[in-house]
């Protein structure tokens, strides 16, 4: 009976460990999302793959948009990855302009879904914080 105990009490910490373990996924996987969001970047595309613009004498555009992006985590428990664009990109991000007046648009990050790559890096750190957790390793 005793090491029927000491199994549930193991499975019991367990448990509680990955309760909350969502602040190391998201520490462990926001290199990769940033990486992801960068390397989207680098090609000069949308996150879904979609091409950018050319500038007005067809050189490809924003050739610097990926050291605008970092990635950022906020809180613990329960974590968050925010992706920040930085300086002149983001009005190439929101722009609405569809003539030839102001900044076509350029979308380098999306704000309305996880883009696949994104989602990848997310399920890959995850799958190893948890087995790091569930082996009793942090």
Known sequence: ????????????????????VGGAIAADA???VQAAARKTAAAHTDPEGKAWAPTKDGRAALPNAPSAITAVVSGTTTAVITLILKGVYIYHQRSKSKGKK???????????????????VIAESAKRVLRRTMEGRR
């Not at 102001?102 to 990848?120: C, F, M, S, T, Y």
């Open 30 to 32: 926001a290199p990769g």
């Open 102 to 120: 102001g900044l076509p648009r350029r979308v380098i990050l999306d704000i309305e879904d996880v883009p696949p790559a994104i989602a990848q």
């Open 1 to 20: 009976m005793a090491a029927d105990e000491s199994a549930l009490d193991g499975l019991a910490a367990k448990l509680d460990a990955i309760a909350g």
